[in-house]
């Protein structure tokens, strides 16, 4: 769902930052402010911006295993038992464990 992002001014932002970041946080949504009447920066509450992480995170991991069954479909990579056999290996562990 996409949704406008409100703006405003710099100088209008400071003037009442206090109110400013009751209404961010109220909108959930993030504000993008102008100097000069060009966007310099955007702003945004903290659990706003920590979904938005989350949702970055989550997409990036859906991303790699997207890549990662390609990459198994095409017939790349090493059978799971295989790399924990190199592993152990490599680092002299019992295949006990």
Do not use: C
């Not at 930052?17 to 702003?43: F, H, M, W």
């Not at 911006?49 to 990036?60: F, G, H, I, M, P």
């Amino acid at each position: 769902m996409v949704q406008s992002i409100d703006s405003g001014t710099l100088a209008d932002f400071t003037r009442d930052a206090t109110g400013a970041i009751k209404r961010l946080k109220a909108s959930g949504q993030p504000q993008i402010l102008t100097v000069d009447g060009q966007a310099e920066v955007v702003v945004q509450d903290v659990a706003s911006y920590q979904r938005l992480l989350d949702l970055a995170e989550r997409a990036e991991a859906i991303e790699g295993i997207r890549l990662g069954l390609e990459s198994a479909a095409r017939g790349e990579g090493v059978p799971a038992d295989e790399a924990f056999r190199r592993i152990r290996a490599k680092h002299g562990l019992s295949s006990n464990l």
